[in-house]
């Protein structure tokens, strides 16, 4: 009985991140590489992937700190987080990146810091939702 509540649990909260448009099927094709030689992959993808985009995250908070800005170096680091997120599936982040980067070609200084709070914060949800989701999964 507990065990059908917690597999009830996974998929409840596995759907809703998709039906919230925080994933999309590229988080699925990662699932599907899943097996039982390597049962943690997808979360140590998605660690990965958190792991790299802190990174670049402080990249772009030094580069927008220096003025005058350089939107070649911004939007060269915001294709790498978009790329970053794109192969986990992190749907919100990723579309939010794309608004970053049209800001980056506008030459928009305000448009760019708008949007990468956006992204920041869309990271930031994105990283407790799959935490939680790793959680009740394990």
Not at 82 to 110: H, L, P, W, Y
Request: hydrophobic share 30%; proline share 1%.
């Amino acid at each position: 009985m507990e065990q059908n509540h917690t597999k009830r649990q996974i998929k409840v909260t596995r759907n809703s991140l998709f039906e919230q448009g925080y994933l999309d099927e590229q988080f699925t094709q990662l699932e599907d590489l899943q097996d039982d030689a390597n049962p943690n992959f997808v979360e140590e993808i998605v660690t990965s992937f958190f792991s790299d985009s802190t990174r670049l995250i402080r990249n772009v908070e030094i580069a927008l700190e220096t003025y005058p800005l350089d939107f070649c170096k911004l939007d060269d680091y915001m294709h790498q987080f978009m790329g970053s997120s794109s192969s986990i599936g992190a749907k919100k982040v990723r579309n939010e990146c794309t608004q970053f980067q049209e800001c980056c070609k506008a030459r928009n200084d305000d448009g760019c810091i708008r949007a990468f709070q956006r992204v920041k914060q869309e990271h930031a949800t994105l990283k407790r939702k799959l935490e939680a989701y790793f959680q009740v999964s394990l």
